[in-house]
């Protein structure tokens, strides 16, 4: 059986024959139409908002001033591509190159953090993004619907020339502690254009994974019946035990890990690592319904990148053995 074969399984709701890891069971491609920015010197995203990156991973470059002051000028630094006149199928060929044809594949349509909700906070500053959906109501809905409406019109696309086995959707709404938005806020607004993503992916006949890092499990609910099949990066400061109890196998949890844990700080011995990955597997892979995953925070460290293959490797070892201990 391969890794892609093993991932079907558990994103069927099944027991699948060890515990996917999911840097080993998955390739994950940003299309080149929305990631050559980053590619660039600059590393401006699609958004043309600048990045960096350093010991905690990609981020938004704060040390340089927000691309946009006034959201109801959003259309002077947006500009979207002709789709058609895009060159798919020379650009996918050469990132499908890469790609083990044994491992399953995903598309993640990163379009500056996220789908609507981030590229606006990363555009403007997080607080004046806040401010402006409550100052500048209508002119958020209108990048919001205009993004959605580019968003619905390439995942055609990529399915046509990717061939992906999910395409991920999402946001960040949430902090380590609460979300950015209420409730109310969320379902009034930002559901519907989350709604018509995972439909656009339906209709391809593709799996959605949603994206939605920190403490957003009010909002899981909500995906669940939306159509999502699996959430990553699912982490601990959530309470996985009562959405695995809630869920089962409705929802694979894609991640577990609790990056705050003192397994994941700098100088964690390796025992403390290799233990903590043993006790998410323990807790959250009875009867399938988990792919584990650090949720991809590797940063430019050399001791960052050694936790990362301490968990990634005792994943492969305990993972693979553990439904066979089951039995």
């Given at each position: 059986?391969?890794?892609?074969?093993?991932?079907l399984?558990?994103?069927?709701?099944?027991?699948?024959e060890?515990?996917?890891?999911?840097?080993?069971?998955?390739?994950?491609?940003?299309?080149?139409?929305l990631?050559?920015?980053?590619?660039?010197?600059?590393?401006?995203?699609?958004?043309?908002v600048p990045?960096?990156?350093?010991d905690?991973g990609?981020?938004?470059?704060?040390?340089?001033?927000?691309?946009m002051?006034?959201?109801?000028?959003?259309k002077?630094?947006?500009?979207?591509?002709?789709?058609?006149?895009?060159?798919?199928e020379?650009?996918?060929?050469?990132?499908?190159?890469?790609?083990?044809?044994?491992?399953?594949?995903?598309?993640?349509?990163?379009?500056?953090?996220?789908?609507?909700?981030?590229?606006?906070?990363?555009?403007?500053?997080?607080?004046?993004?806040l401010?402006?959906?409550?100052?500048e109501?209508?002119?958020?809905?209108d990048?919001?619907?205009?993004?959605?409406e580019?968003y619905?019109?390439?995942?055609?696309?990529?399915?046509?020339?990717?061939?992906?086995?999910?395409?991920?959707?999402?946001?960040?709404?949430?902090?380590?502690?609460?979300?950015?938005?209420?409730?109310?806020?969320?379902?009034?607004?930002?559901?519907?254009?989350?709604?018509?993503?995972?439909?656009?992916?339906?209709?391809?006949?593709?799996?959605?994974?949603?994206?939605?890092?920190?403490?957003?499990?009010?909002?899981?609910?909500d995906?669940?019946?939306?159509?999502?099949?699996?959430?990553?990066?699912?982490?601990?400061i959530?309470?996985?035990?009562?959405?695995?109890?809630?869920?089962?196998n409705?929802?694979?949890?894609?991640?577990?890990?609790?990056?705050?844990?003192?397994?994941?700080?700098?100088?964690a011995?390796?025992?403390?690592?290799?233990?903590?990955?043993?006790?998410?597997?323990?807790?959250?892979a009875?009867?399938?319904?988990?792919m584990?995953?650090?949720?991809?925070?590797?940063?430019?460290?050399?001791?960052?990148?050694?936790?990362s293959?301490?968990?990634?490797?005792?994943?492969?070892?305990?993972?693979?053995?553990?439904?066979?201990?089951?039995?």
């Amino acid at each position: 059986m391969t890794e892609r074969e093993n991932y079907l399984m558990t994103m069927a709701g099944k027991q699948p024959e060890w515990v996917p890891n999911f840097e080993d069971a998955c390739d994950m491609i940003i299309p080149a139409l929305l990631g050559a920015h980053l590619m660039t010197e600059e590393k401006r995203d699609f958004f043309s908002v600048p990045w960096t990156i350093n010991d905690a991973g990609p981020m938004v470059d704060n040390h340089q001033p927000p691309v946009m002051e006034d959201v109801t000028e959003w259309k002077k630094y947006v500009h979207f591509p002709d789709l058609d006149q895009f060159d798919w199928e020379n650009t996918s060929r050469a990132q499908l190159e890469a790609h083990d044809p044994d491992k399953a594949l995903m598309v993640m349509p990163n379009m500056g953090g996220g789908t609507i909700f981030m590229p606006l906070l990363n555009m403007m500053g997080f607080e004046n993004a806040l401010c402006a959906l409550l100052e500048e109501p209508e002119a958020c809905m209108d990048f919001f619907n205009c993004v959605t409406e580019f968003y619905e019109a390439c995942i055609p696309y990529f399915v046509k020339y990717y061939h992906p086995d999910a395409i991920i959707v999402g946001d960040d709404l949430c902090t380590a502690s609460s979300a950015f938005v209420s409730m109310d806020y969320y379902k009034r607004v930002l559901k519907p254009f989350y709604q018509r993503e995972i439909d656009a992916v339906h209709q391809c006949k593709v799996l959605a994974e949603l994206h939605m890092c920190g403490k957003c499990e009010p909002f899981v609910e909500d995906f669940v019946e939306m159509g999502v099949t699996s959430w990553q990066p699912a982490q601990g400061i959530n309470d996985l035990a009562g959405l695995k109890k809630k869920y089962g196998n409705r929802l694979v949890m894609n991640g577990t890990w609790t990056t705050s844990s003192p397994a994941w700080r700098p100088g964690a011995p390796e025992e403390l690592v290799r233990g903590e990955v043993r006790k998410c597997i323990d807790q959250f892979a009875v009867g399938g319904g988990m792919m584990f995953w650090t949720g991809g925070q590797v940063g430019t460290s050399e001791n960052q990148i050694q936790l990362s293959r301490w968990a990634d490797d005792e994943v492969r070892k305990y993972g693979r053995e553990f439904y066979r201990k089951e039995q």
